[in-house]
């Protein structure tokens, strides 16, 4: 079977390669799962150079999170049943024709919502909604966000309206705007012209911003927490611009601004039953028609290469996805 490899950290579009490997067998508690498609995620870059906050053991297969057809299943495993289809996420070398996992982890999908939206229905989505639950902000508060017409800005987004709760959007480029506007998306600025910040006032006007999630970090990360309020919390949740977080003292001293980290991969071991709802709710919005997850571009698992320099790529308007 094919997988996608890499024998050293580096630039994914260096040193991403396929191998052919042996059909793996599944052992005691564990299913094997045919690939249909998986997306490519931000973390799954960082992994493959090797910034991430786990190192796997080299060669590696990449991929964290796939739909696919469950195909055998290992001793005392009695469900999910032969060639249903779900969602594995958390679990390390999706990217090959064939994989195992926990059986425990396989999430059953209904066939009502689409491939392009089952790939991804779970890391992301989760995370924004931990994310939402860890901001501990009501109904009528106020949020800000960079990057956010990526993946998870978007989704925080719709998911934090859908409470009531509201978001101001920030983005790079003028481009941005229409990108989210294009997904229903409004309350949002552009960073992209000196003196961006006095459009905040007019969309928010003048209400308190409580909390912001940084994506970028570097002098991005400094230009949100100017934005919050006294007492505020600027939330890390990642490092696109691959520079250390700039935060400036006299926010911290003065204006008594917190900052902390979000790492979603330690909290979805922490939440117990509350993750099962929140997987629940995104399902049922999947099922219903109300969450569609969108694909900008489908790659083979032969031009993994390709396909980690084309999610690189800003401007996207969706995930790129591998597929065998």
């Known amino acids: 079977m094919r997988s996608v490899v890499f024998e050293r950290f580096g630039a994914p579009s260096e040193v991403l390669g396929t191998a052919e490997r042996p059909i793996p067998q599944p052992g005691p508690g564990e299913i094997r799962v045919r690939l249909v498609l998986s997306p490519i995620h931000n973390h799954d870059l960082w992994t493959i150079r090797g910034t991430y906050g786990v190192k796997p053991a080299l060669p590696a297969t990449g991929g964290t999170e796939a739909l696919g057809i469950v195909d055998a299943l290992g001793e005392g495993v009695s469900g999910p049943a032969i060639g249903r289809r779900v969602v ?6 999706v990217w090959s024709e064939f994989f195992l996992a926990p059986a425990a982890r396989a999430i059953p999908i209904p066939d009502s919502i689409d491939d392009e939206t089952a790939c991804q229905l779970i890391a992301m989505p989760v995370s924004a909604l931990i994310l939402l639950h860890d901001l501990e902000v009501k109904a009528g ?7 956010a017409n990526g993946a998870v800005g978007r989704l ?7 409470r009531g709760v509201r978001v101001l959007s920030v983005v790079r480029r003028d481009a941005g705007l229409a990108e989210l506007s294009a997904a229903g998306i409004g309350d949002a600025v552009s960073s992209e012209h000196v003196g961006w910040q006095e459009r905040v006032q007019a969309i928010t006007g003048g209400a308190p911003i409580l909390r912001g999630v940084d994506s970028v970090g570097g002098e991005a990360a400094n230009q949100l927490a100017e934005l919050l309020a006294s007492g505020g919390r600027l939330v890390s949740f990642g490092a696109m611009s691959n520079r250390p977080l700039e935060i400036s003292s006299g926010l911290l001293i003065f204006r008594r601004i917190t900052v902390s980290g979000f790492w979603a991969a330690v909290r979805t071991g922490e939440l117990g039953p509350k993750l099962g709802e929140m997987i629940g709710e995104l399902i049922t919005m999947a099922a219903s028609g109300e969450l569609r997850l969108p694909v900008d571009g489908v790659f083979p698992l032969e031009k993994a290469a390709e396909a980690a320099a084309a999610s690189d790529r800003p401007g996207r308007g969706g995930k790129v996805v591998l597929k065998p």
């Open 88 to 93: 594995i996420t958390g679990v390390s070398g």
């Open 141 to 147: 508060d106020w949020i800000a966000q960079n990057a």
């Open 156 to 162: 925080v987004a719709r998911l934090a309206a859908k």
